[in-house]
């Protein structure tokens, strides 16, 4: 059975959804990233879709499941 989903995932998430322009979804893996950002820091693609309806869209499917990526803090870097 699934795990249920973290509630700091769906608290960012709806801040995400909230606030749109402020972000941008990877075209590379899917991680939603700031919109100044000009690298993935997930997989260091420069492809992004910065639609609000992107944004909010990924917003909520990220928010409604586990983490699937690995990041720096799981490597213990």
């Not at 998430?13 to 991680?31: L, M, R, T, W």
């Not at 499941?65 to 720096?72: K, N, P, Y």
């Amino acid at each position: 059975m699934p795990e249920p989903t973290s509630p700091n995932r769906a608290t960012t998430a709806a801040k995400i959804a909230a606030n749109p322009i402020g972000y941008k979804v990877c075209e590379g893996c899917d991680s939603i990233v700031g919109s100044a950002a000009s690298l993935c820091p997930n997989c260091h693609s420069y492809r992004f879709e910065a639609s609000a309806e992107r944004v909010i869209r990924q917003a909520h499917l990220l928010g409604t499941r586990e983490q699937t990526s690995v990041t720096l803090q799981d490597l213990g870097s």
